[in-house]
């Protein structure tokens, strides 16, 4: 069987499991017309078997296996005949219709489902039936003989079969049980079988649980134990690679192998710069093994969505540009990123740079733990290697950063700095050609605790931030971004409000569907990337834009708002009323003015220490680097939604200071 054809059942499978709410029925068989494929035991339980390890693949399972036959007899020239039903009797006093539960090859999945999943009972029912028949055919064996159906299994006895398959949204199942080389010539036989997806209970595959009774969905893999990393560090330390070596499990071959399977423009490939800022999934089981990232069936590597239901716990790892070039993209990928922790990239054959040195003071200002990983230690001059090291270690204990440099050698080494990384700083040396320190890195992202902690944010309204902005053929306008707080459950009955337009106003439009991580969904909460489906017309389509928000309730936008802001040290920076700056606040990039600078003398929004802010003509306020301050901004082009609590970051060129919005003026909604 080509991997081509597996491809194309394997993705048919999914789509019927996504359709089925999580289950799906396969008739072997039967032609697309309903007619019998005329297929012996032989052939069809070749096709059951390859269908079930299809199953396996995508972590289901095949429920119920039953064989039928004597559905069709001959006549007297010897053609083929279907039994129609007013022959049934006939046919069952002088053959009989053969109906035979057979045992799944690679077992049912019960061990993985809970008293309370809705096909677990259903199997307890089958084993009291199959018990009950057992005991009371045990009483006559002339009885038990005429009862006990056998299949025929020679050549030209027409046999069907009926599959039902169930997904166990589990990590424990194993993909990969018997490759699919040992079958052939089963893609041949595949003809014969149709399938169907059947809507048999809504949210089956929902509450699959492990031993420790931890719910194991993959809505909660995805937010609940979903880690967000940033990867940050100079153009030439080896991010886009270090990333298709973790989420691959492949080594790089030195000539860019693994960062070409995960960049998205054709000039990236051919620069070898990354220029947008994209995310990966990197999935581990419960033991801490990393799963590969490459289908052992197909040569390429695993989609999001099998990545996903496979995993115990997720990292999801954000690519950033490295060029000087693409700064205020990566200013904007750690500012909306959501980021619990930041892996700096330093090429150990040159010292870090001065963008290594602004990604630092970046992740920092933002409250982000950071670990220093150094690439390329394979063939690195001992000389070369230490001076680079000096040199991070003199960043990392520079004042503006305070942190303590700790190397990182063993496992031991990785469970004595879990805890302390507020004040530590862990490095590791690793090689993306040889291997080295790759397994220790992916040990030390599995062992890192959630700092985020998106699920206490449920009771609050829904809040999704829009990243980008697609036109699906078929599906209409669609938006994909983070769920910020609350819940929603699509359908034609959620109402959302989508904004602001450049005149502040919300668009009222429904949520149709949902998918996070390439998953087709009815609920989405707080802590996942998801992507929606709105219901817009051709005219509302071309006001949406990236910044907007999704909210259920209340919906509002102002142009003006307060923020208790801290210069940043660095560069000598004069900061005074009507100043202009590009500011980001989570997903909203815009430039604002400075309409009112107060001091403060309190440290209550927890911002760093202050120097005395002076005074020019006019006896005006002049912020420094060091200063702190409450200033009243305002959006130099449109309205945007803002509340109090979020964290911003203001630049001109460089990044220049960070801050709390502290207070917005109240404006009444919009919509």
């Known amino acids: 069987c080509t991997p081509s054809r597996l491809e194309k059942l394997k993705t048919q499978m999914s789509f019927r499991l996504d359709e089925g709410n999580g289950c799906c029925m396969y008739r072997i068989g039967v032609e697309d017309d309903g007619c019998h494929s005329l297929m012996d035991y032989e052939a069809c339980a070749e096709t059951a078997k390859v269908l079930e390890i299809l199953a396996r693949s995508l972590n289901a399972v095949v429920l119920e296996r039953k064989m039928i036959q004597n559905e069709v007899v001959r006549n007297a020239d010897g053609s083929p005949v279907k039994v129609v039903e007013e022959e049934c009797d006939k046919a069952a006093e002088s053959k009989g219709l053969v109906v035979v539960m057979e045992p799944s090859l690679l077992g049912d999945g019960r061990e993985h489902m809970t008293d309370d999943h809705p096909h677990f009972h259903h199997l307890e029912h089958q084993d009291e039936k199959l018990q009950e028949d057992h005991s009371n055919n045990s009483h006559n064996d002339m009885d038990q003989s005429q009862h006990k159906q056998v299949l025929d299994k020679s050549p030209g006895i027409f046999t069907r079969c009926e599959l039902i398959i169930q997904r166990v949204e589990t990590h424990l199942l194993d993909p990969s049980t018997i490759p699919m080389t040992e079958n052939p010539t089963a893609a041949k036989r595949q003809r014969g079988s149709k399938s169907s997806a059947k809507m048999m209970q809504p949210q089956l595959a929902e509450k699959s649980k492990n031993g420790n009774g931890e719910s194991m969905s993959v809505g909660e893999t995805l937010s609940s134990r979903n880690i967000r990393v940033a990867v940050v560090g100079n153009v030439d330390a080896g991010k886009s690679t270090m990333i298709g070596t973790l989420i691959s499990s492949c080594l790089d071959d030195g000539r860019g192998s693994s960062r070409t399977s995960i960049m998205k423009h054709r000039h990236e490939i051919e620069s070898g710069r990354t220029s947008t800022a994209s995310t990966h999934l990197m999935g581990f089981r419960s033991t801490g093994e990393a799963i590969a990232g490459k289908d052992n069936v197909r040569s390429r590597r695993k989609s999001e969505d099998e990545v996903a239901r496979e995993s115990y716990r997720v990292i999801t790892l954000m690519d950033l540009a490295g060029h000087e070039k693409y700064l205020k993209t990566t200013i904007h990928g750690v500012a909306s990123g959501m980021a619990d922790y930041a892996l700096i990239l330093v090429n150990s054959r040159h010292p870090p740079t001065h963008m290594t040195h602004h990604h630092l003071n970046l992740c920092v200002s933002f409250g982000i733990h950071i670990i220093i990983v150094f690439t390329k230690v394979d063939g690195c001059p001992e000389h070369a290697f230490k001076t680079s090291k000096s040199e991070v270690i003199k960043l990392l204990r520079a004042p503006d950063v305070g942190k303590r440099p700790f190397e990182i050698r063993s496992e031991q080494d990785i469970a004595t700095c879990m805890g302390k990384l507020n004040t530590l700083a862990p490095m590791i040396s690793t090689s993306c050609v040889t291997g080295e320190g790759v397994d220790l890195l992916q040990k030390m992202l599995f062992s890192l605790p959630k ?190 939604y803002v509340r109090p609590g979020m964290r911003m970051l203001f630049r001109d060129g460089r990044v220049r200071g960070v801050g709390l919005i502290t207070a917005v003026p109240t404006v009444e909604p919009a919509h």
Request: charged letters at 25%; proline letters at 3%; glycine letters at 8%.
């Open 451 to 640: 700092r985020r902690r998106h699920e206490k944010k449920l009771e609050r309204p829904f809040e999704f931030l829009v990243e980008d902005i697609f036109n699906v053929p078929g599906v209409g306008s669609v938006v994909s971004g983070f769920v910020n707080a609350g819940h929603l459950t699509v359908g034609a009955n959620a109402n959302v409000f989508v904004g602001p337009t450049d005149d502040g106003s919300f668009i009222k439009t429904v949520a149709k569907s949902a998918h996070i991580a390439r998953i087709n969904t009815a609920h989405v909460t707080s802590g996942q990337s998801a992507c929606l489906a709105l219901a817009l017309s051709k005219d509302l389509r071309k006001k949406l834009r990236r910044g907007m928000v999704v909210l259920k309730e209340s919906p509002s936008s102002t142009k003006e708002f307060e923020a208790e802001i801290c210069v940043l040290k660095g560069e000598g920076t004069t900061i005074r009323k009507s100043y202009q700056a590009y500011v980001h606040i989570l997903n909203v990039r815009q430039s604002a003015y400075a309409r009112k600078i107060e001091i403060v003398n309190n440290n209550g929004a927890g911002l760093l220490s202050t120097h005395t802010a002076l005074y020019g003509e006019d006896n005006e306020i002049v912020l420094r680097p060091g200063s702190r301050a409450k200033v009243r901004f305002e959006f130099a082009q449109r309205p945007e």
